[in-house]
């Protein structure tokens, strides 16, 4: 569970840093289908990819890794139908690319391209994934043929999307004690992408 935010001392004004603590205020609680909500496993994940001393762009990724979900919300009733591809990773990246950056946004939109080229290479990999992710496999596309598997590894991005997924699974511990989003704000204040009309607080 995170830590509670009082690391908030000054509010991030209404920029991409304060949409961002928005869409998790709103809808971080909110399961898709694991054992961590979504704030949670963001967070989980965030704090992996910042103890392995990843860059700022890519703990920003792994926070937002599935803010598409958090975007496009759930479906009528509160469910999210684990059959159907909701392109998740598609719509977080063209969320995060004009409020984070290019960097941001090509870590996130290939993370299940990383996880469907681990489960193809990797037979072990796939059988460590949890339920919920056993259970979309097959909507995201499922395994990779070897011309698609050419194309992602030779992509100038396959290290750290393969980076993100990796964490992406760790970070899935019930009850596991993270820091607050708070303590992610200087990160995300450093690489938000100033708007016109928007204003953002940064320090």
Do not use: N
């Not at 139908?81 to 996130?108: K, N, Q």
């Amino acid at each position: 569970m995170p830590a509670d935010d009082t690391s908030i001392v000054d509010p991030p004004g209404d920029g991409p840093v304060g949409e961002v603590l928005g869409l998790f205020a709103r809808r971080g609680d909110g399961h898709y289908g694991e054992v961590v909500d979504q704030r949670c496993h963001a967070l989980q994940c965030a704090t992996l990819a910042a103890d392995a001393g990843a860059t700022d762009s890519l703990v920003t990724a792994a926070l937002l890794h599935d803010i598409g979900h958090l975007v496009r919300g759930p479906d009528p009733g509160g469910s999210y139908d684990l059959s159907v591809d909701d392109h998740h990773e598609t719509v977080g990246a063209r969320w995060v690319a004009p409020r984070f950056g290019a960097a941001v946004a090509r870590a996130i939109a290939f993370h299940v391209l990383a996880k469907r080229y681990s489960c193809t290479v990797d037979p072990a990999y796939r059988a460590r994934l949890s339920p919920t992710s056993t259970a979309t496999l097959s909507a995201q596309g499922g395994l990779l043929g070897a011309a698609e598997q050419a194309r992602f590894v030779a992509h100038p991005g396959f290290d750290e999307a393969m980076a993100l997924r990796f964490w992406d699974e760790q970070a899935k511990v019930a009850d596991a004690v993270t820091p607050g989003i708070g303590e992610f704000v200087p990160i995300l204040s450093r690489l938000a992408v100033a708007r016109p009309g928007a204003t953002q607080t940064t320090g």
